[in-house]
Antibody, heavy 122, light 107 residues
């Protein structure tokens, strides 16, 4: 079974930094694109970043230049380095494996972790 | 920026058919995906590529798409189907977007 476990969330001051991790198991991690999606308290889902199998990366405009996605295939782990955090970045952050078919992966979340809460507040 | 528009709430009685819609200008050219999110839980993909149902998703969940509108249909809705439902699509592969979500009430 696919398992995705996020960690690294917590309370951080505006302007601060935080690194989230997502430990993956139950599938061949290196063959799948990976996404980060967030959900502010009481709000809807917001896709924020993708890391493809060919090292292609995409970012939502809301985080571009502040967040960096990366992955370590040897450790089956996805990361999100967040810097210059703002109050509006407060959210539960989910990692999600990408939907892949016929050898191609798409920027479509398929399996999701349970999320980790990031709170940006002074 | 591109948007997907969903009705904020839908309410049906148990056993009735619930239809949740998602509109967007790119939908004639792009697939729609649907996620179910129950309170306090992670989202679950229930429909992909407009009409396909992942393994383990009950047959009462179906999807369709016509023109600028995609529809998630739950035939014979059950109380356990109460959840928020989100559509998802991409204008370009590097700019995907979720709809605002629809809260389904079954009572």
């Amino acid at each position: 079974d696919v398992q995705l476990v996020e960690s690294g969330g917590g309370l951080v001051q505006p302007g601060g930094s935080l690194r989230l991790s997502c430990a993956a198991s139950g599938f061949n991690f290196r063959n799948y694109g990976m996404n980060w999606v967030r959900q502010a308290p009481g709000k809807g889902l917001e896709w924020i970043s993708y890391f493809g199998t060919n090292s292609t990366t995409y970012y939502a405009d809301s985080v571009k230049g502040r967040f960096t996605i990366s992955r370590d295939n040897a450790k089956n782990t996805l990361y999100l380095q967040m810097s210059n955090l703002r109050v509006e970045d407060t959210a539960v952050y989910f990692c999600a494996s990408a939907y892949c078919s016929d050898g191609s992966c798409y920027v479509v979340p398929e399996y999701w972790g349970q999320g980790t809460l990031v709170t940006v507040s002074s | 920026s591109y948007e997907l528009t969903q009705t904020p709430s839908v309410s049906v009685s148990p056993g009735q058919t619930a239809r949740i819609t998602c509109s967007g200008d790119a939908l004639p050219k792009r697939y729609a995906y649907w996620y179910q999110q129950k309170s306090g839980q992670a989202p679950v993909l229930v429909i992909y590529e407009d009409t396909k149902r992942p393994s383990g998703i009950p047959e009462r969940f179906s999807g369709s798409s016509s023109g600028t509108m995609a529809t998630l249909t739950i035939s014979g809705a059950r109380v356990e189907d109460e959840a928020d439902y989100y559509c998802y699509s991409t204008v370009r592969s590097d700019h995907p977007v979720f709809g605002g979500g629809t809260t389904l009430t079954v009572l």
